[in-house]
């Protein structure tokens, strides 16, 4: 069964740095490109960023593009989002899921309901 388990958020003053890790497990994940979305109060879950199963291409929400960088360890199972420069709208419940097709891949036009298996998500939050 898959299962991913996302970590490493937390409290960070605007203009900090986080980096959130999504541990998967279930599946050889090499061949499933992964995602990154969140959630804020009072909104619908969002793309963030994207990457493919060999992680030579990467795709962003223009609300994060140069601030944000998705990367994937495949040997660890392992997938990471490094956030700089946070603002206070960054502010959001950030969740990892899997690409519910092998070889697939749609960069910045993904939506939830191209993923088929999610993490719990993890609270980061951005203070003024």
């Known amino acids: 069964q898959v299962r991913l388990v996302e970590s490493g958020g937390g409290l960070v003053q605007a203009g900090g740095s986080l980096r959130l890790s999504c541990a998967a497990s279930?599946?050889?994940?090499?061949?499933?490109?992964m995602g990154w979305f969140r959630q804020a109060p009072g909104k619908e879950r969002a793309f963030v960023a994207a990457?493919?199963?060999?992680?030579?291409?990467?795709s962003y929400s223009d609300s994060v593009k140069g601030r944000f960088t998705i990367s994937r360890d495949n040997a660890e199972n392992m997938v990471y989002l490094q956030m700089n420069s946070l603002k206070f709208e960054d502010t959001a419940v950030y969740y990892c899921?899997?690409?519910?097709?092998?070889?697939?891949?749609?960069?910045?036009?993904?939506?939830?309901?191209?993923?088929?298996?999610w993490g719990q998500g993890t609270q980061v939050t951005v203070t003024s």
């Open positions: 279930g599946r050889t994940f090499g061949s499933y490109a």
């Open positions: 990457i493919t199963g060999s992680g030579d291409t990467k």
């Open positions: 899921a899997v690409d519910s097709r092998r070889w697939h891949y749609s960069g910045s036009r993904y939506s939830t309901d191209d993923f088929a298996f």
